[in-house]
C-alpha cells in the first residue's frame, strides 16, 4: 500500500471540509445533492495537489543522484582501470619496439616479429681414460702406446639463427671451437633456406649433407659422447651445398643435395681442388608410426610407439676435390714386406665413390632403438689416383659397416642405460668391432644439463679421429665422461 504524505495542502482541505461541514450540517435533505458536488471538488483538489507534491518530491530525490552520463563514465573510468592492470592489454597498447625472452634459446624480435634472432650454444667437458692393448705399427719406432687419461674441453658451440621478413626465410649460424685440436672459432655451419611450404624448401650454404641417421643427430643429443665407430667410417660431415627438400603428408621427409663435393666444407671456386663434377646426395625417410624422431633417446617417454625408416645415397666422380679420401685395408704385398697390417687413408682423387646406406628406428616409453648399415663402392679410374696406389686394386672395393644401439630409462626421463654393438667388415679382411655400454643422466629431465659415462672396447680402430680420442689401428678399452650444458 503507498503511503500518503500529509502536507499543507491537505490540512487545508481538512478544515475546508470542516467547515463545510458545519455550514450544511442543518440543511435539508433536498440540497443534499448540491453539497455533494461541492465535496467531490474539493477532493479532486487535493487529489491534484497531492499528485503536484508526490512530483516535486520525485524531483528533489533525482537532483540527489548523478545524471545518467555520470554514471556511464564513472562506468567505462572502472573497464577502462582493469583493462590497463592487464600487461597483455598494456602491451598491444604500447608495443615495445623489441622484444626479448628465452624459448630453447635467448631472443630478440621486432614488434610484428618480421624479424627474430635467436641465440643458442653448448658446452661438453669430459674426462677419457684410454688403456691401449697393442703396439701401434704405424707409429714411428713401432713402440707400444701408453695408457693416456686426463680433461678435456671437448666442444664450446655458439648458434645464431632466426628469420628475415618471414618465417619463411630463415638463417643459421653456428660457430665452435674445440680447443683440443683447434684453438681459435671457426664456421661450423652456415645457411640460408627459403620454405615455399612444409612439402618443398630450398637450404644454401654449407651443412651436413642428408645422408645416414646418427650424423644427421646434433652431438647435444646422442646417447654416447661419440658417434659409433662405422659412423666415423662411413659419414659424409659437411660440404658447400644446395638441397631441396621437405616432408609429404606429414609421412614421408625427402631431400635431395647438389654439392660441390664430399667433406670438402672449404672447398669453392676460388679454390684450385674443386673439380668439375657436383657430388649428389639423397635421403628419403619414411614416419610408420608418430611423429618424427629427432634424438636417439626417448626422453620425452613417447606414450604412442613412434618408428620411421630412411635409406640414404651418394655418388661422387672426384676429379680432385679437396678433403675427400677414406680408409682403406693395407695390401698384402706392403703387409708381408714390413709386417705392417690394420687400416690406412688414401686421398679419392680420381676415383669413382658410391655409396647407399639404410637406417630404422624406434621409441616407446622410455625404451629406444637404432639401427644403421652402409655399403661403400670405391673404384679408380684415373692415372693419378693415389687410392689405386696405395690398395693395389684396379677394380671397385666395397666395405659394409653397420651398428645396433638401444637405450632404456630406468628411472623416467631420468636416468637412462644404453649399448651399441657395431663395426666395418668387407674390408679385405680387415674386420672391425666395436662394443660400449654406457648410462645417462638427466638432472632436470631435458637436454640442457647432461651427464653421460661409457665404456667402449674396440679392435682396430678403422680411422683415427680427434674427438672420439681414437687414433687408426689403436685397440683400446676406453671409459669417458662427459658433461653437457646447453642454452
Known amino acids: 500500500m503507498r503511503e500518503t504524505v500529509v502536507g499543507p495542502a491537505s490540512v487545508l482541505a481538512l478544515v475546508i471540509w470542516g467547515q463545510v461541514g458545519s455550514a450544511f450540517a442543518g440543511v435539508e435533505d433536498a440540497e443534499t445533492g448540491v453539497l455533494e458536488d461541492k465535496i467531490r471538488q474539493v477532493e479532486a483538489l487535493v487529489e491534484a495537489q497531492q499528485a503536484r507534491i508526490e512530483s516535486l518530491k520525485r524531483k528533489a530525490d533525482a537532483a540527489r543522484v548523478p545524471s545518467t552520463d555520470a554514471a556511464r563514465m564513472a562506468e567505462i573510468r572502472s573497464v577502462v582501470r582493469e583493462l590497463m592492470a592487464d600487461a597483455d592489454f598494456r602491451e598491444g597498447l604500447y608495443p615495445d619496439i623489441q622484444q626479448v625472452g628465452y624459448d630453447k634459446g635467448f631472443y630478440v624480435k621486432s614488434a610484428d616479429e618480421a624479424f627474430l634472432l635467436k641465440i643458442g650454444g653448448y658446452l661438453q667437458v669430459l674426462w677419457v681414460g684410454q688403456n691401449r692393448q697393442t703396439d701401434d705399427p704405424r707409429q714411428p719406432g713401432r713402440q707400444k702406446q701408453d695408457d693416456v687419461e686426463g680433461f678435456d674441453v671437448k666442444r664450446a658451440c655458439l648458434a645464431f639463427g632466426g628469420h628475415i621478413h618471414s618465417p619463411r626465410l630463415t638463417y643459421r649460424i653456428v660457430v665452435r671451437g674445440q680447443p683440443s685440436t683447434d684453438h681459435r672459432w671457426r664456421t661450423h655451419d652456415a645457411d640460408i633456406t627459403y620454405a615455399f611450404a612444409d612439402e618443398l624448401k630450398v637450404t644454401v650454404g654449407r651443412f651436413k649433407l642428408p645422408f645416414g641417421r646418427q650424423k644427421l643427430v646434433p652431438r647435444t643429443v646422442l646417447q654416447f659422447a661419440h658417434r659409433s665407430a662405422a659412423n666415423e667410417m662411413?659419414?659424409?660431415?659437411?660440404?658447400?651445398?644446395?638441397?631441396?627438400?621437405?616432408?609429404?603428408?606429414?609421412?614421408?621427409?625427402?631431400?635431395?643435395?647438389?654439392?660441390?663435393?664430399?667433406?670438402?666444407?672449404?672447398?669453392?671456386?676460388?679454390?684450385?681442388?674443386?673439380?668439375?663434377?657436383?657430388?649428389?646426395?639423397?635421403?628419403?625417410?619414411?614416419?610408420?608410426?608418430?611423429?618424427?624422431?629427432?634424438?636417439?633417446?626417448?626422453?620425452?617417454?613417447?606414450?604412442?610407439?613412434?618408428?620411421?625408416?630412411?635409406?640414404?645415397?651418394?655418388?661422387?666422380?672426384?676429379?680432385?676435390?679437396?678433403?675427400?679420401?677414406?680408409?682403406?685395408?693395407?695390401?698384402?704385398?706392403?703387409?708381408?714386406?714390413?709386417?705392417?697390417?690394420?687400416?690406412?687413408?688414401?686421398?679419392?682423387?680420381?676415383?669413382?665413390?658410391?655409396?647407399?646406406?639404410?637406417?630404422?628406428?624406434?621409441?616407446?616409453?622410455?625404451?629406444?632403438?637404432?639401427?644403421?648399415?652402409?655399403?661403400?663402392?670405391?673404384?679408380?679410374?684415373?692415372?693419378?689416383?693415389?687410392?689405386?696406389?696405395?690398395?693395389?686394386?684396379?677394380?671397385?672395393?666395397?666395405?659394409?659397416?653397420?651398428?645396433?644401439?638401444?637405450?632404456?630409462?630406468?628411472?623416467?626421463?631420468?636416468?637412462?642405460?644404453?649399448?651399441?654393438?657395431?663395426?666395418?667388415?668387407?674390408?679385405?679382411?680387415?674386420?672391425?668391432?666395436?662394443?660400449?655400454?654406457?648410462?645417462?643422466?638427466?638432472?632436470?629431465?631435458?637436454?640442457?644439463?647432461?651427464?653421460?659415462?661409457?665404456?667402449?672396447?674396440?679392435?682396430?680402430?678403422?680411422?683415427?679421429?680427434?674427438?672420439?680420442?681414437?687414433?687408426?689401428?689403436?685397440?683400446?678399452?676406453?671409459?669417458?665422461?662427459?658433461?653437457?650444458?646447453?642454452?
Not at 373 to 401: C, K, L, N, P
Not at 408 to 421: D, G, M, N, S, T
Not at 424 to 446: K, L, R, S
Open 234 to 487: 662411413f659419414e659424409l660431415d659437411r660440404s658447400i651445398a644446395a638441397v631441396l627438400h621437405g616432408t609429404l603428408a606429414k609421412r614421408v621427409s625427402y631431400a635431395v643435395a647438389v654439392a660441390n663435393g664430399i667433406d670438402n666444407e672449404e672447398d669453392s671456386p676460388s679454390r684450385e681442388e674443386l673439380d668439375t663434377n657436383f657430388a649428389y646426395v639423397a635421403r628419403l625417410v619414411t614416419h610408420i608410426l608418430g611423429n618424427r624422431i629427432r634424438t636417439e633417446s626417448d626422453l620425452s617417454y613417447s606414450k604412442d610407439p613412434r618408428l620411421e625408416a630412411g635409406v640414404s645415397f651418394a655418388c661422387n666422380d672426384d676429379n680432385g676435390d679437396d678433403n675427400m679420401d677414406a680408409a682403406h685395408s693395407i695390401p698384402d704385398r706392403i703387409r708381408s714386406g714390413r709386417g705392417i697390417g690394420g687400416s690406412a687413408v688414401a686421398d679419392l682423387a680420381g676415383t669413382d665413390f658410391l655409396q647407399f646406406g639404410a637406417d630404422a628406428a624406434f621409441q616407446y616409453r622410455g625404451f629406444s632403438a637404432t639401427a644403421e648399415y652402409w655399403v661403400r663402392s670405391i673404384d679408380g679410374e684415373a692415372e693419378f689416383s693415389e687410392w689405386e696406389r696405395m690398395t693395389g686394386r684396379q677394380d671397385a672395393t666395397h666395405q659394409q659397416g653397420g651398428h645396433v644401439q638401444a637405450g632404456y630409462f630406468i628411472v623416467p626421463k631420468k636416468v637412462e642405460l644404453v649399448a651399441r654393438v657395431g663395426g666395418v667388415w668387407d674390408n679385405d679382411g680387415d674386420d672391425v668391432w666395436e662394443i660400449a655400454v654406457g648410462a645417462n643422466y638427466f638432472p632436470w629431465g631435458t637436454y640442457n644439463v647432461l651427464l653421460q659415462t661409457d665404456f667402449t672396447r674396440m679392435a682396430e680402430a678403422p680411422s683415427s679421429s680427434s674427438s672420439a680420442y681414437l687414433m687408426q689401428n689403436d685397440e683400446v678399452n676406453m671409459v669417458r665422461v662427459q658433461l653437457l650444458v646447453k642454452f
